[in-house]
């Protein structure tokens, strides 16, 4: 891309890189591309398009399935203390309680990376203040990063912490090491917030956990007071083809015929669903009895189909040199480093 000899598609997440190529030029717009297929929109989910959508106009097609944030927890644990999945953030710090007291780790977090920790940013921002603070952030207004929402949020982070609900050293912990889901599947830790590929790597790690019904999940719980939809999701939305705009026009041709055609079809979003994907199509949603793991798939895909807003992962969604910044001030929250307002001013003084 940067030598200008790009091939006839790339895959991207979107957000920030994204704009970099629409500003470059270097790719071009599907409503262009694919006037020979009206209707291609309505062949996929509403929640589809946010992330590849620059200055009103679209710039992907979903090719990968979609990884929204949930909670999962240990149904033994959760059973033994007679808890129920909490609706709300109240009843979510009332579990905890229970939790510890009771002599396990409410909450497991590998946050080496940081990006996991970013996870209870992104949902209790949204939850507090709506995607448009973010949304605003993305778009240049730096002055967002001194919204409520922000300094409300690592509040409640940091009582997370001070309260004693992560297990020690979650801050040095890589999530990709398997620790914190054997945390959970070894029934010491009771709750954990991660993207929905946990459930796929749980099958990897240890399959009877899942097979025996131990593994449960939730949707993230409202906040009272917030103004955010309980419906709202954030996470990887997808991974998407961009056509790009030097390479020959029949080549072009070809490749807007293969997104509009296949990539909303019913047996191409079969093979998905058969990896357990979450597939960003409306066929989808028929084809979910079908699935190896059918409760799991159902409930994720509808987490997707159903939310009014869905954030792209804000470490993507920026430009890298901010997610940069972003994850390192946000660490400091983690580790009780910096106050939230010192976050807010400090991300502020960056943007």
């Not at 996991?116 to 949304?135: H, N, Y």
């Not at 807003?309 to 040199?321: G, I």
Request: proline share 7%; hydrophobic share 40%; aromatic share 10%.
């Amino acid at each position: 891309m940067a030598g200008n000899q790009p091939p006839t598609m790339i895959v991207s997440s979107g957000g920030g890189t994204l704009k970099q190529y629409v500003q470059a030029g270097k790719v071009e717009p599907l409503e262009t591309a694919l006037s020979a297929y009206p209707g291609w929109q309505s062949k996929f989910l509403a929640a589809s398009f946010g992330d590849v959508t620059v200055n009103g106009k679209i710039y992907g097609i979903p090719v990968l399935g979609s990884q929204p944030a949930l909670m999962f927890y240990s149904k033994p644990i959760f059973s033994k203390l007679h808890l129920s999945p909490p609706a709300t953030w109240d009843q979510f710090l009332a579990d905890c309680a229970t939790i510890k007291k009771a002599g396990y780790i409410p909450l497991a977090l590998g946050n080496a990376q940081g990006w996991p920790g970013l996870i209870w940013e992104e949902m209790l921002v949204d939850r507090l203040g709506g995607p448009s603070v973010m949304d605003s952030i993305v778009n240049g207004q730096s002055a967002q990063w001194d919204n409520p929402a922000f300094t409300e949020a690592n509040t409640m982070i940091q009582q997370l912490v001070k309260d004693g609900y992560f297990q020690p050293g979650y801050s040095a912990v890589d999530y990709s090491n398997g620790e914190p889901n054997a945390l959970m599947y070894t029934n010491k830790a009771a709750m954990q917030l991660q993207l929905n590929f946990l459930y796929s790597q749980m099958q990897t790690q240890d399959a009877s956990y899942i097979s025996q019904g131990h593994l449960g999940w939730f949707a993230f719980p409202s906040v009272p007071g917030g103004t955010g939809n309980v419906n709202d999701e954030a996470g990887n939305v997808g991974q998407y083809a961009l056509i790009t705009s030097q390479t020959p026009a029949s080549v072009r041709k070809m490749a807007a015929e293969f997104l509009a055609t296949m990539m909303p079809s019913a047996s191409y979003t079969k093979a998905m669903l058969g990896f357990d994907e979450v597939p960003l199509t409306t066929a989808a949603g028929a084809q979910l009895a079908n699935t190896p793991d059918t409760s799991f798939t159902k409930f994720t895909y509808n987490l997707v189909a159903k939310a009014p807003a869905y954030q792209l992962s804000w470490d993507a969604a920026l430009p890298p040199s901010d997610a940069t910044t972003l994850l390192a001030n946000l660490e400091n929250v983690f580790v009780l480093k910096g106050s939230p307002q010192q976050f807010s001013s400090a991300m502020r003084a960056a943007g």
